[in-house]
């Protein structure tokens, strides 16, 4: 079951946030672009139309090294008729040597939170780059620029940027103002969960349990399914767990 998606954050934000969180749990190798998009209920085609702009990619290849030219004149048929002024970026890269591919392929794979590695294979050569994007500095700034416009009455949204500060690590010190101040407009057991889990991580597992406990009753009603509960009430073991550990040192 997906969390609740603010509906003051853009498509584009949605997406990015998204990606991030799946990237978070699951590993990047295990998540697909139709993952990310059916996280935030598009198909994976529609994903393209929310990041706009085209660009045609040029090799110019030689022994030692190849070329890689950046051109911002997309649809382009070859190289004939390629404007240089209209270059964006080049730059070098070494070709290696790899398993043999009948057909010429071009692949882009996640290596990485925060970039990806495009890769031409053909025959026994392969040339690869990466391709690095801020992704955290990218969801920031969606959300606070969603927080300042949110209304006085959208708890989602705070929510929202608890949960990333959380799961990224980033802005920890804010996270629990911005929960506290969600629940006082809002209530949602997503929220509840939230804040076992920020007091626990701070230690603090009693006051932990009560808010996952309540979670839990509370997704009974929101139609979440048994696995969840089942997590949930393992994590709650754990930290009953760990404070028994806690007692004995």
Do not use: C
């Not at 853009?10 to 990015?16: D, I």
């Not at 929960?179 to 939230?194: C, H, N």
């Not at 349990?209 to 997704?219: D, N």
């Amino acid at each position: 079951m997906a969390d609740p998606v603010t509906a003051t954050t853009s498509r584009r934000a949605q997406l990015l946030e998204a990606a991030a969180v799946a990237f978070g749990r699951r590993g990047y190798a295990a998540v697909g672009l139709g993952d990310i998009a059916a996280a935030v209920g598009i198909s994976a085609p529609a994903l393209y139309r929310h990041f706009p702009g085209k660009y045609a990619l040029f090799a110019v290849p030689a022994r030692e090294k190849w070329q890689i030219v950046v051109n911002s004149q997309a649809d382009q048929w070859g190289a004939y008729f390629r404007d240089a002024k209209k270059d964006v970026l080049s730059f070098d890269v070494t070709p290696v040597a790899g398993p043999e591919e009948e057909w010429l392929e071009f692949r882009i794979e996640p290596a990485s939170k925060n970039a990806l590695r495009v890769e031409m294979a053909w025959e026994k050569l392969r040339v690869a780059f990466p391709v690095e994007f801020d992704v955290t500095g990218i969801v920031w700034k969606n959300i606070d620029a969603a927080i300042a416009a949110a209304d006085p009455k959208d708890y989602k949204t705070l929510y929202q940027a608890a949960k990333y500060a959380f799961q990224s690590g980033e802005r920890k010190e804010k996270a629990a103002g911005w929960l506290d101040e969600a629940m006082k407009r809002g209530q949602s057991f997503w929220m509840d969960e939230l804040k076992g889990d920020l007091l626990a991580e701070a230690g603090k597992y009693r006051e932990a349990i009560p808010y996952v406990e309540k979670a839990i009753e509370g997704s009974k009603k929101a139609g979440a399914p048994d696995a969840w509960r089942d997590g949930a009430r393992k994590k709650i073991d754990g930290w009953r767990e760990k404070m028994k550990d806690g007692m004995k040192g």
